[in-house]
Nanobody, 112 residues
Framework: VQLVESGGGLVQPGGSLRLSCAASGFTFSSYSMRWVRQAPGKGLEWVASINSGGKNTLYAESVKGRFTISRDDANNMLYLQMNSLKPEDTALYYC??????WGQGTQVTVSS
């Protein structure tokens, strides 16, 4: 099983990034997927979830209206479109499959 995140980087406040998560080794389409982040010195924070099939999504209040989670089951990919980024969005972002499988994370830094 592998979950490999990519797309992180340094961006200015107000900017955008698109995170990707490539999944392999399990039946991706059967799992609900989520993005979770960990800011420096803080605990894990759930960001967004998408159900199997992609019809239902949920977001943390802190990102609602700015972030969009999506999935491509044909290619075993999960995405997180992040707009209007704020310094407080700075964190290591993980993708996870129903909290059972986790990636290694991709760093997002929002700073001027």
């Amino acid at each position: 099983v592998q979950l490999v995140e990519s797309g992180g980087g340094l961006v200015q406040p107000g900017g955008s990034l698109r995170l990707s998560c490539a999944a392999s080794g399990f039946t991706f389409s059967s799992y609900s997927m989520r993005w979770v982040r960990q800011a420096p010195g803080k605990g894990l924070e759930w960001v967004a979830s998408i159900n199997s099939g992609g019809k239902n999504t949920l977001y943390a209040e802190s990102v609602k209206g700015r972030f969009t989670i999506s999935r491509d089951d044909a290619n075993n990919m999960l995405y997180l479109q992040m707009n209007s980024l704020k310094p407080e969005d700075t964190a290591l972002y993980y993708c996870a499959a129903s909290a059972k499988y986790w990636g290694q994370g991709t760093q997002v830094t929002v700073s001027s």
